[in-house]
């Protein structure tokens, strides 16, 4: 990630306009009850995947979510596109409120925002050519009529993704190129349509440490460039802190903390940011205390604990984190966290 | 990469260069292939059509039995000749002469006679009187035989017959009789047929068949006899004498004989022989392939693209459709196929698109299923939520996405149906539910079942048609197996 200069994280972006509106998103997903369960009255469950979370975006922002494996950080990507229905919840894009938009106007609307998903082996049919795979939103949206008419933009897109020559990719199938070549694709594919708004959905966990940094910094010179505002999805602070602007970090549902990158990596208010920021590999062999994570296992989002959804997990938890759970507070103008002990 | 591998596309010139080494696969494409080649070429391969009958006398042997049977060394093969004003002869004529005339486009053979002079004959006043009375002592009957001499040179045929149609044209005081008569090479006369009239007459028809009644009687025979071995016991040259007399009247008279067609039924007659109605079984057996290809090819490419079409919506769009569907699926599959389908035939007719549509509403359900289950998992694939992201409506990833992927496991699937298709119909047909104006296998075998070719042990009409169904059906499944083998690397186990 050498790439990424320190430098260039402490940039000043026009933060004022607010792009994306997320105000208490809740999606469950239901579980199937048995004829028995249903027989007894049992009630409902479902998996809890996003519990109430609300942030906003700003303009030409790089915004990082944080999370382990199943904290529902990617079904928080993906419900805020609509993706996924929500459960409950209000996302508001400009002044277009997502989650009202009937079918229709939601297709006018994916011109706008767009995804990069995790694994560029999956999200290719591997039976479509290049070519036909980054032309496929232009000819969805019926931006062009025919694959020739696609031919200047599949170029541009790909000339922004530095795949050059284009011609040399435009017939090749996806199992004919690289892990990195074809991430570079599926961002080319969601930069066709010319959005303002783009989740990155782990892009790079799939990919080798030798091209991460060019896929991040592909990232970081779109957002410079075009104004292109990004949603960042990882289980990696390294990766975030490296790119983006602001960061929250997500727990079995909830946001525990959020804030600039620098106060939130510098001084990590919430017991659960500390411990990943402390199990961020560091190649120092002198640094002491590296691997001290947090004990157990993550509970299940079906049965989340009471009050502090961490208190199980916690070094520091005392009663009341079992019984009341905590409120997401301004510690100071930008950085918020949700513990009850944080801030005293 | 590894768990991509079925779903991966593989190239045409790909799949020919795998396919190609499989010893099984390639065997069961060049039978297909000889059977497209009979199908397309079936005019050329045989000089009569399927629907000509009457070619060689019931269950007659295949013609090279002559060579290998010695029972067979000379049985008859098929006589048939049209007699024309240009082929008769005259072999005697007083008073008459034949004429040919041409009638709406065909010849006719007119023998003439000419009128009595009733003013010689017949004086003025009471002479009348004594002419009357003198009349029947003196009849001058004319005469005209025509003969035609055919070489027969085979052992006794089984029956013969002739057909043709005459009328007279002459005034009402004459007097007409027409006759039909054998003669053997020793000279031994048979009088097989005769009539007579006065005056004028209509159109008839003179249907001479060694078979009839009146015929056997007018030789003295039994009903039991049979007068063809009889007739026809030796070889040589036979004469086949029709002999018009007249007693003619004032006008002239004429006979009109239309082209007669004078048969010998062959008990030995083409590649595989004849059936009951003396259709050509080769003829049959090719015009089968026709058949058979085609209902086996379209009833399987329907049912496999409503199975998949069904799949696909059940598997894509799921709740109360998948629900419904799959019910309707299980219900069709739990029915016995055959029962119905004989039902179901009975009621809607017996025509080929009849039996083609039935045959695909109970083959969709399997393809079906299998579509639905691998869509299931299609669609939670990531590129189909990334169509989605750009907007895609459900039509669009159906047909883009998903179908694609699903298409190397129907292929293989379509391909083993045919032969089922291909059974399917022969079954339908054997128990006579076919339609009975096209030839097929089955219905050979029906028809073989239900006109004696068991009893008579005459299996060239009963092999070969089942040995075309499985080699048929057998191709089709090695096709199958070896395309399943390649595109669908996980189902091997299963075929």
């Known amino acids: 990630m050498g790439a990424v200069s320190a430098t260039e994280q402490e940039r000043s972006v026009g933060h004022g306009e607010v792009i994306l509106d997320v105000e208490n998103l809740v999606k469950y997903f239901p579980l199937r009850r048995g004829i028995g369960q249903s027989l007894r009255r049992e009630p409902e469950r479902a998996v809890k995947a996003v519990d109430g979370v609300s942030f906003n975006v700003k303009k030409g922002e790089l915004f990082g979510v944080v999370g382990e494996s199943g904290c529902g950080k990617t079904t928080m990507g993906r419900t805020i596109l609509r993706l996924l229905e929500p459960t409950a919840g209000r996302v508001t894009f400009e002044d277009i409120e997502v989650t009202a938009l009937s079918v229709e106007q939601l297709k006018q609307l994916r011109t706008r925002m767009q995804i990069i998903f995790q694994d560029p082996y999956e999200s290719m049919n591997p039976r479509l050519d290049v070519h036909r795979i980054i032309a496929e939103p232009l000819r969805i949206q019926g931006m062009v009529s025919n694959s020739k008419d696609a031919i200047p933009y599949i170029e541009k897109a790909l000339e922004d993704v530095e795949m050059t020559p284009p011609e040399e990719y435009l017939y090749r199938y996806p199992h004919e190129l690289s892990g990195g070549q074809r991430q570079r694709i599926a961002v080319a594919r969601a930069l066709v349509l010319n959005p303002e708004f783009i989740v990155a959905d782990e892009p790079v966990s799939m990919l080798d440490v030798s091209i991460r940094g060019e896929i991040l910094n592909l990232m970081l010179n779109l957002s410079r460039e075009r104004g292109v505002t990004f949603l960042y999805i990882t289980h990696d602070l390294a990766t975030a802190r490296h790119i983006c602007d602001r960061i929250a970090v997500m727990y079995l549902g909830k946001m525990v903390e959020k804030g600039p990158t620098d106060s939130l990596v510098k001084h990590p208010l919430h017991p659960y940011t500390r411990a990943l920021i402390g199990a961020v590999f560091v190649p120092d062999p002198k640094r002491k205390g590296f691997g001290k994570v947090l004990k157990g296992e993550v509970p299940s989002p079906v049965d989340p604990p009471s009050g502090c959804r961490l208190h199980p997990r916690c070094p520091i938890a005392q009663d009341i984190c079992k019984e009341v759970e905590p409120e997401l507070v301004s510690a100071d103008d930008n950085h918020m966290v949700a513990c009850h002990f944080a801030l005293g | ?495």
């Open chain 2, 1 to 495: 990469m590894s768990k991509n591998k079925t779903q991966t596309g593989i190239s045409a010139p790909t799949f020919w260069e795998q396919y190609r080494r499989k010893p099984l696969g390639m065997v069961g494409l060049s039978i297909v292939i000889v059977y497209v080649f009979v199908a397309i070429f079936a005019p050329f391969l045989t000089p009569y059509n399927p629907k000509q009958i009457l070619l060689a006398d019931r269950i007659a042997a295949p013609i090279w039995f002559r060579s290998v049977l010695p029972k067979y060394d000379d049985a008859p093969s098929t006589i048939r000749t049209t007699l024309g004003p240009d082929e008769w002869a005259v072999s005697e004529a007083t008073g008459g002469r034949l004429v040919a005339e041409e009638l709406e486009g065909a010849a006719v053979s007119v023998i003439e006679f000419e009128p009595v002079l009733k003013d010689e004959v017949i004086p003025e006043g009471e002479a009348a009187l004594l002419e009357i009375e003198e009349y029947p002592k003196e009849p001058e009957k004319s005469v005209v035989e025509l003969s035609y001499v055919v070489p027969y040179s085979y052992s006794p045929p089984k029956t013969f017959g002739l057909t043709f149609n005459y009328w007279v044209d002459a005034s009402s005081d004459s007097k007409t009789e027409l006759e039909f008569v054998i003669e053997t090479p020793e000279g031994k006369q048979y009088n097989l047929w005769g009539k007579s009239y006065s005056g004028t007459l209509g159109s008839q028809p003179a249907r001479i068949d060694s078979r009839d009644l009146t015929l056997k009687q007018r030789l003295g025979l039994t009903i039991f006899d049979d007068p063809a071995p009889r007739v026809f016991s030796s070889k040589g040259d036979y004469r086949l004498l029709l002999t018009a007399r007249s007693i003619p009247g004032e006008e002239p008279t004429r006979v009109y004989i239309s082209n007669a067609e004078f048969y010998i039924p062959g008990n030995v007659h083409g590649l595989l022989g004849a059936d009951h109605m003396g259709a050509d079984l080769w003829t049959q057996l090719i015009y089968g392939t026709r058949i058979s290809l085609s209902i086996g090819l379209s009833a399987a490419a329907i049912s496999v693209a409503v199975g998949t079409a069904v799949g696909i919506i059940c598997g894509y769009l799921g709740g109360v459709v998948d629900e419904f569907m799959m019910r309707v699926v299980d219900v069709l599959m739990a029915i016995p196929t055959l029962p119905i389908l004989i039902i179901l035939g009975a009621i809607l007719g017996k025509s080929v698109w009849n039996i083609v549509l039935l045959i695909s509403a109970f083959a969709w359900m399997g393809t079906a299923r299998l579509v639905r289950s691998q869509t299931l998992s299609l669609r939670e694939r990531v590129f189909v939520e990334s169509a989605k992201a750009s907007g895609a409506s459900d039509a669009y990833v159906m047909l883009v996405h998903i179908l694609p992927n699903v298409l190397p496991l129907v292929f293989a699937g379509m391909v083993l149906r045919i032969p089922s298709a291909i059974l399917t119909e022969a079954s339908l047909s054997f128990l006579g539910l076919g339609d009975p104006r096209v030839a097929t296998w089955g219905r050979m075998l029906h028809n073989a079942r239900g006109f004696g070719a068991f009893t008579t042990l005459a299996w060239w009409w009963l092999v070969p048609p089942g040995l075309a169904i499985t080699f048929l059906s057998l191709a089709f499944v090695f096709i199958g197996n070896t395309v399943n083998e390649i595109l669908n690397p996980r189902y091997r186990e299963r075929s």
